[in-house]
């Protein structure tokens, strides 16, 4: 029993790589000091203020694109904001994830009517987790990225049985 | 107002004055007339000298350009108004009230004039696919043809595209009317108002000037602000504020929105301080609507809108840390923040998009929980803020930084339409709390704080010392709040009878303004928002020549600007 869980397939002492990558990326998702609008206060600066404290799970902001692993779209985007948002997503390394925060990057909003304003960032960025509110609480972004967390973990194991059936 | 037309009369200039119920002196020129108008109403000894806002109003014949003017020397307020036709030529007033650059730029885009004589006349706030004369039609016709439009320019290339051209442009000669040409402030002499150019003493000749691009997505922004610099080494030799990435048509979308929903919207557009904003509405609809407000509603309003001062300016000065290099100020301050916000949500049920102040009061009354926290809260702050002066403002390295940096002097202030903390940081003592007092201020005590040196400092000092006199407010609004009802009986549907009104308030970043018209209707004619935030950006513009690239940071941020607000 006790060798089982030494010398298993999920032991510490056989763990796969991805498996291992798969931690490390879960536990330390940095996301991109990106603010837009209302949301940027909430989800980036009370989340990772002293009561919410991002930084015990690991999440962290980065100022610049290269360096970041999550991008928080916190707030509206619209048709002359969305060529950067683009380019800030292609600068991001892989593997990368989006969160849509707030009800204006989700489907626009309350300014969905307006022309000029982009309805929903997943028009030009693919989204991994959509948080609605207007503007979510710093305990809904939390949420978001416990959720882009087992997201990850669940993909990975996808892959390996996908690579197990191979047999590999 | 028989001053005015006297004065209109010696310039030979056709007008007519009228007082106009709510408003106040309006008066109304040709469009030919509006610059002789303007230039005789600001030199002649009514100095009507300060322009509040500059906007226009879609009559459904023409478009009413109004200019709003006030004296402060004898109090008074003007509203010139100069219809000019669709697509016609408007001609900037820049060198009459250097206040006029941003606003203009504006009302011609979204009205889909034609900007002459100004010295930057591109597109405020849309990219090119996007169409102009977005606030032109009554409605939000076609939205969705007009978006697949937008959407099929929408060009990932177009920031290169922008920063190459404004690279072409800055090489054309200045002067022509197509390119863009220096802004005024580095002419000196231009404008009667302008700034004069630092000289550079590290420039050689022949070398190359770097532009760099700082935004829309810069940690130091704040929002989405983009600045392009032109640098000769360090030093900034031309700059330009580009806006526009967060416009998202409130002022369109209010003219679909019931009066009891505009707040809705106004809460978004300053989005650290909404209740202010929902307050300017409420006032501007109530003054229209004749609506009598009871004095418990008022005395709620003062208390909400001082513990939402507090709340933005803390906002303000973590960041303001963060931007000058000191990280620990903004976990300390983001203390007391969490602490404000929990007694706003407490009273009003959301963190941050309030909706709380109505057209004839509040929402609700304050809960018993509220006032026992308000007190607590006002206890620790008592310490807190001293804490945060002695950690941020005593700092030798933060003061290094900041003091001579960034100076308006008070004609510059003025002429830049600067208002709240930035203009009592250059000497002028003007709050409109107590000149103009609204909801429960002429029943408080407080000092209105202003310092004289006009740099960064003393922008700062001025916003710390108003977080300590908006907690004197506060006690003294719990200890006096009166009893009675908390609303007055407004019907269900406002529909307020035909009028026009202005009302403002001192929100945190200065003079918010709401000029509300009513076609008798559920739904306002036009909702104009003045935003301070776009009044200082344009002012913090002109300053850029001649600074390092650090102190544009620092300068930036002692603006407090809210891009929600400035982009609208």
């Known amino acids: 029993m006790a060798l089982d869980k030494l010398t298993g397939e999920h032991s510490a002492l056989f763990i796969r790589s991805e498996q291992l990558f798969d931690v490390a990326r879960r536990k330390s998702l940095w996301y991109m000091a ?19 404290d991002f930084d015990r799970m690991g999440v962290f902001f980065r100022a610049s694109p290269r360096q970041a692993d999550v991008m928080i779209v916190a707030g509206t985007v619209n048709w002359k904001m969305a060529p950067t948002v683009r380019r800030l997503y292609d600068e991001m390394p892989e593997p990368k994830w989006v969160v849509a925060m707030g009800a204006c990057a989700c489907t626009g909003g309350p300014f969905r009517e307006y022309p000029n304003v982009m309805m929903g960032v997943d028009k030009i960025v693919p989204v991994d987790v959509y948080i609605p509110g207007c503007p979510p609480r710093p305990e809904s972004v939390q949420y978001g990225f416990i959720v882009l967390m087992d997201k990850i973990k669940a993909k990975t194991e996808e892959r390996l049985a996908a690579a197990r059936h191979d047999g590999r | ?135 032109k039609s009554l409605e939000v016709r076609g939205a969705d043809e007009v978006r697949n439009r937008a959407a099929q320019h929408v060009d990932p290339t177009a920031l290169d595209r922008t920063v190459s051209s404004l690279a072409e442009s800055v090489a054309q000669e200045p002067g022509s009317a197509s390119g863009k040409t220096p802004l005024p402030v580095a002419e000196p002499g231009a404008a009667p108002l302008g700034l004069v150019r630092i000289p ?50 409130i002022e369109k979308l209010a003219e679909s929105r019931r009066y009891s929903a505009v707040a809705t919207l106004l809460d978004r557009a300053d989005y650290v301080s909404g209740i202010h904003s929902e307050l300017a509405f409420a006032l501007a609809t109530e003054k229209i609507a004749g609506i009598e407000v009871p004095r418990r509603a008022s005395y709620l309003r003062c208390l909400l809108g001082e513990l939402n001062r507090i709340a933005s300016h803390i906002t303000w000065y973590g960041p303001m840390g963060l931007d000058s290099g000191a990280m620990g100020q903004f976990l300390y301050t983001f203390r007391d923040r969490e602490a404000l916000l929990d007694i706003l949500e407490d009273i009003t049920g959301q963190r941050m998009m309030f909706n709380y102040v109505r057209p004839g009061g509040v929402l609700n009354d304050i809960t018993t929980t509220a006032e026992a926290k308000i007190r607590t809260f006002l206890d620790d702050f008592a310490i807190h803020v001293e804490e945060n002066a002695e950690l941020l403002m005593g700092n030798e390295i933060f003061q290094a930084r900041t003091q001579g940096v960034g100076v ?61 006199q908006s907690a004197r407010m506060i006690r003294q609004c719990i200890d006096g709040l009166p009893e009675g009802e908390h609303t007055a009986k407004v019907a269900k549907v406002l529909r307020p009878p035909v009028g026009e009104s202005y009302a403002a308030v001192e929100s945190p970043r200065g003079e918010l ?56």
């Open chain 1, 34 to 52: 990106f603010g837009i609008a209302c949301c940027a206060i909430e989800g980036l600066m009370h989340a990772s203020g002293p009561r919410f």
């Open chain 2, 1 to 135: 107002m028989t001053a005015a037309k006297g004065v209109l009369q010696r310039a030979a200039v056709a007008a007519s004055v009228e007082t106009v119920e709510s408003l106040g002196a309006v008066c109304r020129v040709s469009a030919a007339d509006a610059r002789k108008a303007l230039v005789a109403l600001r030199d002649s000894d009514i100095s009507l000298g300060f322009l509040v806002d500059y906007f226009g109003i879609d009559t459904g014949e023409a478009v009413d350009i109004v200019y709003h003017l006030r004296s402060f020397a004898r109090d008074e307020e003007l509203f010139v108004k100069a219809a000019h036709d669709y697509g016609s030529v408007l001609t900037s007033v820049w060198d009459i009230f250097p206040a006029a650059l941003m606003p203009e730029r504006e009302t011609a885009e979204l009205f889909g004039l034609t900007l002459a004589g100004h010295p930057n006349p591109k597109r405020l706030l849309t990219t090119d696919g996007c169409p102009a004369y977005l606030l």
């Open chain 2, 200 to 249: 550079s003493g590290v420039d050689v000749e022949n070398s190359e000037h770097l532009i760099l691009n700082m935004g829309p997505q810069h940690p130091s922004t704040h929002g989405v602000l983009r600045l392009i610099l032109e640098l000769d080494g360090e030093e900034i030799v031309s700059g330009e504020a580009v806006i526009g990435y967060l416009h998202r048509g």
């Open chain 2, 408 to 468: 308006f002097d008070r004609k510059q202030a003025l002429g830049f339409g600067l208002t709240g903390a930035c203009l009592r940081g250059s000497g002028v003592d003007w709050d409109i709390r107590r000149d103009r007092p609204y909801a429960a201020y002429s029943e408080l005590e407080f000092d209105v704080p202003v310092a004289e040196q006009g740099d960064v400092y003393a922008r700062c000092q001025v916003r710390l010392e108003e977080m300590r």
């Open chain 2, 513 to 568: 303004g709401v000029h509300l018209v009513a076609d008798g209707t559920d739904l306002p004619y036009r909702m104009r928002y003045r935003p301070p935030a776009l009044y200082a950006l344009q002012a913090g513009e002109a300053l850029l020549p001649g600074l390092l690239i650090a102190d544009a940071v620092v300068l930036m941020g002692s603006m407090d600007l809210i891009l929600g607000e400035v982009d609208r």
